[in-house]
Each structure stands twice: as structure tokens, then as C-alpha cells.
């Protein structure tokens, strides 16, 4: 395993649609007395000097989490493959973490297991959880980019699905481990 991680980008996916919260953009919706993405912010910004949102709307309210934004390339909310392609193309750095605005319990531990496991294995690592890959929860070589991109071009849409088209390296969590906990519902900004 590495002694000194390289450094990284963080990639932080807020630009859907919303449909589970009702339209409403899940990344700005208030835990705790602040939107989900600042909690994000929060937790990675010590890691890097390069956080990028993908973001298709509010674009200046994630202005103020990130040190660059992109949208999707295509319009109407193509999914995540779309957010991570834009996102890679402007990353700084060659290895990318890759997380979701409505995570807000992730933490700096988990992100460096991931960072240190894709490094000592020159490839992407993903969480997996209860034997299922979390691609929210992944860090990828920027070198991927044309992999990504041809996934897109020959139709693929799952982000999972061309992300498992090469070498993955999985890091095992518990399926109680909170921290993976996406807020996709209203119900979990009560807790």
C-alpha cells in the first residue's frame, strides 16, 4: 500500500433531476441546518485542491462548495455517466474520488481506504456493500475518460455498467455502515 497518497480531485454528483424529493435539487435541501452538499464539502475539502460539482442547475449556489462547476453535455438530465464524463474532462488531478451531493455522512477515513486501494492497484475502486458495487462511492484514474466515453457513445447509460467494463478493485462495507447513507427521500432529512 502507498505511504503518501497522490494528490486527487473530488467529483461530487449533484446534477439530477431530484424525482424522489420531488424535483426539488437534493443536493441544496437543508440537514442539520445546511444543504446536503455543504456537509459534503465538508468532509473533502482537506483532501484536495480540486473539488468540481456537476451540476445542470443552481449553478450559483454550488459555486459556492466547489472550485469548479460542469453540466452534462447533453440536456435533460442524461444521469450520472454524463455528470462523471463532464467531471473527468476538466479534473486536475489523475485520480478522481467520486461521490454524490445527498451522502452527507461520508467521511474522510472512508475516501482515503478508497484513494489508497485504487492507487496500490493502478485501477478504480468502488465501494461494495451487502454484495452489490456503490459507484457513488468509487475513486477512478482519469485515464478512463475514453473508456467512459465510448460506454456513452455505443448507448450505455449505467455508470455502474461501464465503470465494471474494466479492472475495479472492491472495498467491503458494512451494509448498516452509515456513512454510505444516500438521502433520497424526504423522509431522511428528519433524522
Not at 435541501?29 to 468532509?43: D, F, K, S
Not at 483532501?47 to 450559483?60: E, P, T, Y
Not at 465503470?163 to 458494512?174: H, I, N, T
Request: hydrophobic residues 45%; negative net charge; aromatic residues 6%.
Amino acid at each position: 500500500m502507498p505511504d503518501v497518497l497522490p494528490p486527487c480531485s473530488i467529483l461530487v454528483l449533484a446534477g439530477g433531476r431530484g424525482q424522489r424529493m420531488g424535483g426539488r435539487d437534493k443536493g441544496l435541501l437543508t440537514w442539520h441546518g445546511e444543504p446536503l452538499v455543504a456537509h459534503v464539502q465538508r468532509a473533502v475539502r482537506a483532501l484536495s485542491d480540486d473539488l468540481v460539482i456537476s451540476c445542470n442547475r443552481n449553478q450559483a449556489a454550488y459555486a459556492a462548495y466547489a472550485d469548479q462547476l460542469v453540466g452534462d453535455a447533453d440536456a435533460d438530465f442524461p444521469g450520472p455517466l454524463a455528470g462523471v464524463i463532464s467531471g473527468l474532462k476538466v479534473a486536475r488531478h489523475q485520480w478522481v474520488v467520486l461521490l454524490a451531493c445527498d451522502a452527507p455522512r461520508i467521511d474522510k477515513a472512508l475516501i482515503e481506504d478508497l484513494l489508497t486501494l485504487s492507487v496500490a492497484h493502478d485501477s478504480a475502486a468502488m465501494v461494495r456493500q451487502g454484495g452489490y458495487w456503490q459507484p457513488m462511492f468509487s475513486v477512478l484514474p482519469r485515464r478512463l475518460l475514453p473508456l467512459l466515453e465510448q460506454a456513452w457513445q455505443a448507448g450505455e447509460r449505467s455508470l455502474q455498467k461501464a465503470l465494471l467494463q474494466d479492472s475495479v478493485q472492491g472495498l467491503e462495507c458494512a451494509e448498516d455502515d452509515l456513512r454510505l447513507s444516500n438521502f433520497n427521500s424526504p423522509e431522511w432529512l428528519q433524522d
